[in-house]
Antibody, heavy 123, light 107 residues
Framework: QVQLVESGGGVVRPGGSLRLSCKAS????????VHWVRQPPGKGLEWVAF????????YYGDFVQGRFIISRDNSQNTAHLQMNSLRPEDTALYYC????????????????WGQGTLVTVSS | EIVLTQSPATLSLSPGERATLSCRAS??????LAWYQHKPGQAPRLLIY???TRATGIPARFSGSGSGTDSTLTISSLEPEDFAIYYC?????????FGGGSKVEIK
């Protein structure tokens, strides 16, 4: 069955960096776009970044401001989110989600989600 | 950025009652709108996409309607497992955005 497993979260000081990973299984990873979506404590969902199935196109939320980089390795069925210059307001549960439909030229809806990995930015 | 405003913030209902949730966009989303259900400690789940199409495995009591800037999620008869937070989301333009959520709680 479809599985998305996030890892790499933890506690980091303001200004620090973290690299999140999303390991996929149960489907043809290279056919689907991947998103990162976050949920700050007690708040709603916020879209972070998208990378197309072939890795050629990516987009970011306005708040990212050049601090994050999304990437993927289709040979390892894994996507990553490199987060630099972290701020306290980046504290959140970070979810990985796959496009609902294969081969979408632009971003599709979030068809399946992982359980998330918690990022805490605090001094 | 397209801002999605959901109402009401909280809806208190009993099992068997009808729930009607609203999502209003600051500009047209060209029918590229979805609804998700989110329960504490679980991953969100896609319910409805393209305003009115149920995702695979979603019960028929969930329905979506609307066009342009206004969309509605209706749960015709609430089951105990339907008490959760519901988010609308648009993919009509970048950046992708979510509404603030509507909580359906047991009365």
């Amino acid at each position: 069955q479809v599985q998305l497993v996030e890892s790499g979260g933890g506690v980091v000081r303001p200004g620090g960096s973290l690299r999140l990973s999303c390991k996929a299984s149960g489907f043809t990873f290279s056919d689907y776009g991947v998103h990162w979506v976050r949920q700050p404590p007690g708040k709603g969902l916020e879209w972070v970044a998208f990378i197309r199935y072939d890795g050629i196109i990516n987009y970011y939320g306005d708040f990212v401001q050049g601090r994050f980089i999304i990437s993927r390795d289709n040979s390892q069925n894994t996507a990553h989110l490199q987060m630099n210059s972290l701020r306290p307001e980046d504290t959140a549960l970070y979810y990985c989600a796959k496009d609902q439909r294969a081969g979408h030229e632009n971003a599709d809806y979030f068809g399946y989600w992982g359980q998330g990995t918690l990022v805490t930015v605090s001094s | 950025e397209i801002v999605l405003t959901q109402s009401p913030a909280t809806l208190s209902l009993s099992p068997g009652e009808r729930a009607t949730l609203s999502c209003r966009a600051s500009q047209s989303v060209r029918n590229y709108l979805a609804w998700y259900q989110h329960k504490p400690g679980q991953a969100p789940r896609l319910l409805i996409y393209d305003v009115s199409t149920r995702a695979t495995g979603i019960p028929a009591r969930f329905s979506g309607s609307g066009s342009g800037t206004d969309s509605t999620l209706t749960i015709s008869s609430l089951e105990p497992e339907d008490f959760a937070i519901y988010y609308c989301q648009q993919r009509g333009s970048w950046p992708l955005t979510f509404g603030g959520g509507s909580k359906v709680e047991i009365k």
